[in-house]
């Protein structure tokens, strides 16, 4: 019993690992999968379902405060406690799902509950969370998914526990905070830094280098920054002076992006820069793979293997596309590959999608925006403001930018702030993946009216500025009123 | 001056009569467009545009009303001259692109304000709104673009100009009214039923045939039935048994659909129970038509020819498909004719698409659902009550059942009640018109958490029916929690 001998170990039962381990059962080999808990995975526990529920809190407050517009006056008044009680109730029962997955596997002796660490290619020693000495693990194959964890910048590093807060600990809060720094204009820094604010917290977010999350088209980060400027006392770029702990919170000295200096007082502070794959501890130094000066192996981002080595990574620790779909379609082709090792498939990727689910949401779809400059392309664009379906429902701004090929008018890519782009970013990302044409779009049927029609709109410029038809005199004459 | 002759005169300035006048010139045509007004589009005045403008302030109020779930506490009241004031001051707005689109046609000698009336195959007269003579406009050929007219049941007939309302009168209120009967389940009477509800209007709909829209699956038709009765006084079948018009309004006796016989009065009835084409007027038993016994011509649904002649029909007047942009497409191809009749084309049409823009909203895509027993298919089907994003927006019910053609999984059709369903609509419809299979759909990326993770869930139930996959024993191991 002491050596376990399996086919495959999997390191970390987070999403990557949950599928990879599926996925290799499947496939008929025996398997360990090796974890201390907290189980649930990071989607459900403190990241897409609790920041999705306090946004959900937060948009009902903005909206019933903005109702007067359709001659729907309303007084609102925000009851924290409440609102941090749906959210982790509500976050509790999707994590519930999981667990009970995990205690099956538990029961089945699956599930090993501890820490892993490589003692050779192929025996790892578990230090067990329930204080029983220690497991060897022999395994024919390996899959690591140990995930990621918030990242604390170095000026930050030395507030208490009684400050700072990270993605692990702000859904915990009992009440809202009186008011909140936030670090970062990343996906976390932004949704959670709006939602608080629409909550009624004072927050500022400061962050670096003047980019709103993962945009990377000019104009699009540039009407980003206006839109939510209007809202919100954010940052995208700032000199960080002084940051002190002080009683009943932090005071932070900096010059803004409008280049006035101030000194702020909040009660805490919120963590929104990034995260961290976790690396550490693995003990990979004992293992034939080849570190780079981090002490990290270089992984095939197609097959998830390192090397031609039996060991593969999935999910947030490969750190190509930290994203729950990505981490699913990871761990399931690693725990594929692990047990059919040496025999190892690649599998097509998805067209990347990224969403930003701030007010209003930003979206990329497809092939980066620098990358382009590799193909003959235009953009074509609409701009929200003037859309109908956007106006008739007061959320008439943002921007959407459609890249398409020359010659052809294959769609390429998209970036998207605006009204509902979470359900037009999957369109454009399903019609890229399907090598989609201009021409072939603009057949498909746009209801009217609906925010679709915004995206026809980008999709007839795309064309006319290919040269793939003449632009009309009267829009609204040719595709109706409003569209 | 008078006979004027055009290669293409095209009778109504609506959406199908406007898109056809820039086809037929496009392609070299001169022409007349005959049109007594009023000039806007039945879409942007009476139709699409308002009726999306007062649900938007009814969403607003229902949303607010019920924010405290989200431990948002709020007081609504809703002032009714405001509500309609945007409603109006937007639609104006909307239709008035149109009318300054028209107002250069009229400027060009293109637009005849006034009626026509076929003389013979290729006169028609003119009857001028401005009180001059008629003209004779003699035409290579012709396009029938005349629209349609809110059907009035017999029973309410009697009623005065007071107490009636079609569309045409209920968006010129001043305030909205104190209470309403609707009579039509149809998607106007239950958009504007369901809006004028939550805007504190005391409604009534009642319907005939059990019938929810255009729903034609029982099992939706069903579900929508349940979901709406919770929220409106919906009588999707009921016995009419006296309507009789009192002081202040009408008064009515009726047995509704749980058989109790109730005499209730309302200050105002709109009409929600179709429209009717416009037909009457035109002369057509001058010409060398084949009518029936209704006096109509017999269409061409592909190319909106008559017979082999040189006279087209398009938009609502056709009976087709009386959608704004199916009107749109009509007139286009139905102008293209016109300017190179005898040398007519045919051109494939857009996959199916109906959108109700309740709360939740209906849509139905591709095939009708009794089409279905022509084609060995299964479907698959996802309950939005238990779907992770509309959970955490508290929007979680309705269905949405996907039909897949057996031994592929090409996708055929879909009919869905839910949350966002006039997006996913439009991915499913994009999907079908692709003749997309079920295994290539769900190769396209699912962000998380999403509604459209939910159609999803409908597509893998969809694949495992048709035996294209096996079902996983723990979904949310294998696609995260709350998908």
Redo the contacts between chains.
């Keep these: 019993m002491n050596p376990i001998d399996v086919d495959v170990a999997i390191i970390g039962a987070g999403?990557a690992g949950?599928?990879a381990?599926?996925q290799a059962e499947a496939n008929g080999a025996t398997v360990a999968l090796i974890d201390p808990g907290p189980y649930?995975?990071t989607?459900?526990r403190v990241g897409?379902?609790p920041s999705?529920?306090l946004i959900?809190?937060a948009e009902?407050?903005h909206?019933?405060r903005h109702?007067a517009?359709?001659?729907?006056?309303?007084?609102?008044?925000?009851?924290?406690?409440?609102?941090?009680?749906?959210v982790q109730a509500?976050r509790d029962r999707?994590?519930g799902?999981?667990q009970r997955?995990i205690e099956e596997l538990r029961t089945r002796g699956v599930l090993i509950p501890g820490r892993a660490r490589f003692l050779d290619d192929h025996r790892l020693e578990v230090d067990r969370v329930d204080g029983a000495p220690p497991l060897v693990v022999r395994a024919g194959s390996v899959v690591i998914a140990t995930g990621s964890r918030p990242f604390v910048p170095p000026p930050y590093r030395g507030l208490s526990r009684d400050v700072l807060l990270t993605t692990d600990e702000i859904f915990e809060l009992p009440d809202l905070p009186d008011s909140l720094l936030v670090v970062g204009a990343g996906v976390i820094g932004m949704e959670l830094g709006q939602a608080m604010a629409r909550l009624g917290v004072r927050t500022t977010i400061l962050s670096l280098g003047g980019r709103i999350a993962f945009i990377d088209s000019e104009p699009v980060n540039a009407e980003a920054i206006r839109i939510f400027r209007q809202e919100l006392d954010l940052h995208p770029h700032h000199e960080l002076h002084e940051v002190e702990e002080v009683d009943g919170g932090v005071s932070v000295r900096f010059t803004d992006f409008d280049g006035r200096t101030r000194t702020e007082r909040y009660a805490r502070v919120l963590m929104g820069a990034g995260r961290v794959p976790n690396w550490e501890g693995l003990g990979l130094e004992n293992t034939r793979l080849t570190l780079d000066d981090r002490g990290r192996p270089e992984v095939n981002p197609y097959t998830h293997q390192v090397e031609d080595s039996h060991i593969f990574v999935a999910g947030d620790v490969a750190g190509h596309r930290p994203?729950?779909?990505e981490a699913?379609d990871e761990g399931r082709l690693a725990g594929l590959n692990a047990a059919r090792y040496p025999h190892v498939l690649a599998e097509?990727r998805?067209?990347?999608?990224s969403?930003m689910f701030t007010d209003p949401q930003v979206a990329v779809v497809g092939d980066r925006w620098p990358d382009l400059s590799c193909a003959d392309h235009r953009v074509g664009v609409v701009d929200y403001g003037d859309q109908?379906?956007a106006?008739?429902?007061?959320e008439n701004r943002g921007m959407v930018r459609i890249a398409g090929a020359a010659g052809t008018g294959q769609l390429i890519a998209a970036q998207m702030i605006g009204p509902?782009v979470?359900?037009?970013?999957?369109?454009l990302?399903?019609?890229i993946?399907?090598r989609?044409l201009v021409s072939?779009?603009l057949?498909?049927?746009?209801?009217?009216?609906?925010?679709?029609e915004g995206i026809r709109t980008a999709l007839r410029d795309l064309q006319s500025k290919l040269h793939l038809s003449y632009k009309?005199e009267?829009p609204?004459?040719?595709?109706?009123?409003?569209t």
């Design positions: 999403t949950l599928t381990r599926r649930g995975t989607c459900a897409c379902m999705k529920l959900a809190a009902a407050a909206r019933a109702a517009l359709f001659g729907v006056d309303t007084t609102v008044s925000i009851d924290g406690r409440r609102v941090m009680q749906r509500e999707f994590a799902f999981v997955a994203l729950l779909h699913a097509p998805k067209t990347p999608l969403i109908g379906r106006r008739v429902m007061g509902r979470e359900h037009t970013a999957h369109l990302a399903w019609a993946q399907g989609m072939e779009a057949d498909r049927p746009f209801y009217h009216p609906v925010i679709e009309p009267h609204c004459e040719e595709w109706g009123a409003g």
